[in-house]
């Protein structure tokens, strides 16, 4: 490219971008200068109108007016899949129901417990207390939930503590937690139900 010409980036026919000069080649060809190894691009002054030079780019990557039209009535359809229904509302766990079962299973069992320091029967206790929430929820609905219960069982010593929980899921999963402490051991039942697809 000569010194006196100043170009620009603009975009090529077929949508690469060349080197547009802003002043006319020195040979008058209408043509842009080769630029980073791209072929020489012709001008649109120097393509003639009605050249029969083909289809112009818009009309070659676009269907014609007109030429496009909706599924016929009597096109058969598929039938809808289970997730087109997203829309709908999804049934949720009845929480209420089982908070209102756990403050009172708890209460009846665990009240005169003390802590045990046989693992066995501490183990035995958190696993029955467990499988007892873990029934209410499948009496509550015994079909599309997936169910996790957690029971944690300590020693009441006066100590503090803290606990956090972080979820990501869908507007019909639900957690339902309850507490149960005396002076001698603190239960804490955590019940998940999470919608099956």
């Known amino acids: 490219m000569s010194a ?11 949508g ?99 802590w045990n320091r046989d693992k066995e029967k501490t183990r035995s206790l958190t696993s029955e207390l467990a499988q007892s929430a873990k029934a209410k929820m499948l009496e509550i609905a015994p079909r599309g939930f997936k169910f996790v219960v957690n029971v944690q069982l300590v020693e009441n010593l006066g100590q503090g503590g803290r606990g956090d929980l972080a979820c990501h899921w869908e507007e019909s999963d639900q957690v339902v937690q309850e507490l149960f402490s005396n002076d001698r051991i603190l239960c804490t039942v955590t019940c998940f139900a999470i919608r099956a697809f």
Request: proline fraction near 14%.
């Open 16 to 114: 690469f971008a060349g080197l547009s000069s802003s002043s006319s080649s020195s040979a008058g060809l209408g043509t842009t200068p080769p630029s980073a190894g791209f072929p020489p691009q012709p001008s649109a002054s120097s393509i003639p109108s009605g050249a029969g030079a083909g289809p112009s780019f818009s009309a070659a990557f676009h269907p014609p007016s007109g030429s496009v039209s909706g599924p016929s009535s009597s096109a058969p359809t598929a039938p809808p899949s289970v997730r087109s229904a997203a829309g709908s509302p999804r049934p949720k766990f009845e929480t209420e129901t089982l908070s209102t079962y756990l403050r009172t299973h708890l209460s009846t069992r665990l009240q005169g417990v003390s």
């Open 4 to 14: 006196a010409t100043s170009g620009s980036i603009a975009s090529g026919a077929f």
